[in-house]
């Protein structure tokens, strides 16, 4: 199997996600809201030979277009697009497939993905291939039939750009990007665990209409907090494939499962979860700590250039440590190295299909 570097979407795109789930390894989606981010991204997945996913939130994609922008929808809508246009122009130079996809929308943030969608189809008319490869829908806070029929709807017109929908079912805890849910420790917590009734439903309701995703629940936690009483339990996505199987005798794995929330998983559940056709691992808080860590160090290790442009003792002049290319650099590094860990993680070192 080999795709052409670039950006993915349809056919190939399909393809890729096949060939994780056959070769058991998954990209890591990346969380990104800047150039900085985005290149870093584009970096990682070349220093490492393996594809990539680079995804948005809401918030991120405001933020590319920049915290001035006075109408912050817009802001919203037009910094993803801008930030795709960004990675559809650069990522055959990095030699790499990536994908482009944004992340959590709850129903308030459905208008974000329908507009997003109309450029794709502005896209499709002038390329012929949608400006993203994907989008998430997030309803998991809305019962399932409420959560199945929008993501129906929204799929049939994705389906028609060669686009695919992620979903979610079960919920996964911890907030991002004023999107998700605080964990309380003393509730009962069943209602993190998907359940694999609702799964099935879902890959009835949706599999005639196009290519889709699940993200599933299976104890998975948003940040890094202290250990607590939610136990990674990827089971739950084995039983969801045997019943989807057995239901509709179809091969293996018959569902493409993505995994949120891997910042601070034990690496063990991580192999586990890739053997059950998780093809998509999100990582987002360890990037972030990443990026800022390496800021610090670099601003630890040149305190005086952060105050003066010149050495009020002896004159020595700073401009080349004050740079911000200089500080900014240094966080990419930071970003590159701990993407070198994730990628080596999920198995996709050296597993690039570009050619
Ligand atoms: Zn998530």
Same mark, same amino acid.
């Given at each position: 199997m080999a795709l052409k570097p670039g950006v993915v979407s349809g056919e190939d795109y399909i393809a890729l996600v096949n060939a994780c789930k056959d070769g058991g390894y998954a990209l890591a989606a990346v969380n990104c809201v800047g150039t900085n981010s985005v290149n870093a991204v584009m970096e990682a997945a070349a220093k490492n030979n393996s594809d990539i996913i680079i995804q948005f939130s809401n918030g991120g994609a405001q933020f590319y277009a920049g915290q001035g922008m006075e109408d912050s929808f817009q802001a919203k809508v037009l910094g993803a697009v801008s930030a795709a246009q960004h990675v559809h122009l650069l990522a055959e130079h990095y030699g790499i497939c990536a994908v482009l996809h944004t992340d959590h929308a709850n129903r308030k943030l459905v208008p974000w993905v329908d507009a997003l969608i109309d450029h794709s189809e502005a896209h499709y008319k002038a /390329? !012929?291939?949608?400006?993203?490869?994907s989008h998430m829908l997030d309803l998991s806070e809305e019962d399932i039939d409420d959560n199945l029929g929008e993501c129906a709807r929204v799929l049939a017109r994705m389906a028609k750009l060669d686009m695919s929908l992620e979903i979610e079912l079960g919920i996964t805890g911890g907030e991002e990007d004023g999107v998700g849910h605080d964990i309380d420790e003393n509730a009962d917590s069943s209602h993190l665990y998907t359940q694999p009734e609702d799964v099935l439903k879902a890959y009835e309701l949706l599999t005639p209409i196009g290519h889709f995703s699940v993200a599933a629940s299976f104890g998975n936690v948003h940040g890094v907090y202290k250990p607590g009483n939610v136990q990674l339990r990827p089971e739950i996505l084995r039983n969801s494939q045997s019943l989807v199987r057995e239901q /509709? *005798?179809?091969?293996? *794995?018959p569902l493409n499962l993505v995994f949120h929330g891997g910042s601070g998983s034990e690496k063990a559940k991580i192999s586990e979860a890739l053997t059950? !056709?998780?093809?998509k691992m999100n990582i987002d808080t360890d990037t972030q700590f990443a990026f800022s860590n390496a800021i610090g160090k670099y601003v630890d290790d040149n305190a005086k250039a952060f105050k003066y442009q010149i050495d009020p003792e002896d004159g020595t002049p700073y401009k080349k440590q004050y740079d911000p290319r200089k500080c900014l650099r240094a966080a990419e590094q930071g970003f590159v190295t701990r993407l070198d860990e994730a990628i080596a993680d999920l198995g996709s070192t050296g597993r690039s299909l570009a050619r």
């Open positions: /390329h !012929g291939r949608p400006l993203y490869t /509709h *005798n179809t091969a293996e *794995n059950y !056709g998780v093809f």
